[in-house]
């Protein structure tokens, strides 16, 4: 069974530091790129970054620069560090992992990061 599993989220001021996990089942993590995703109130799901078996990442245009994803592969962890965060970042972080086909099957419950001005 799949399972991924945020930690991580709260309240945090702005212009502070965040760092979000997410664990996931060895036959997922050892075999797949992840990503993390983000939804606010009454706007759609967004890629925020992803990270592929190799390490290679990639980040949305509004976070390069203050946002880095990792992993580790001893943890069957990934992580999400956020930095220099703006109110705008407030949303649901979801983690997931994407399949051999390039679409995201599996998804943790999500944690909340809320950031205050």
């Known amino acids: 069974q799949v399972q991924l599993v945020e930690s991580g989220g709260g309240l945090v001021q702005a212009g502070g530091p965040l760092r979000l996990s997410c664990a996931a089942s060895?036959?997922?993590?050892?075999?797949?790129?992840m990503g993390w995703y983000r939804q606010a109130p009454g706007n759609q799901r967004e890629l925020v970054a992803t990270?592929?078996?190799?390490?290679?990442?990639n980040y949305a245009d509004s976070v390069k620069g203050r946002f880095s994803v990792s992993r580790d592969n001893a943890k069957n962890t990934v992580y999400l560090q956020m930095n220099s965060l703006k109110p705008e970042d407030t949303a649901v972080y979801y983690c997931?992992?994407?399949?051999?086909?390039?679409?995201?099957?599996?998804w943790g419950q999500g944690t909340q990061v809320t950031v205050s001005s």
């Open positions: 997931a992992a994407r399949n051999v086909y390039g679409s995201w099957p599996y």
């Open positions: 990270i592929t078996l190799d390490g290679s990442t």
């Open positions: 060895g036959s997922i993590f050892s075999r797949n790129a």
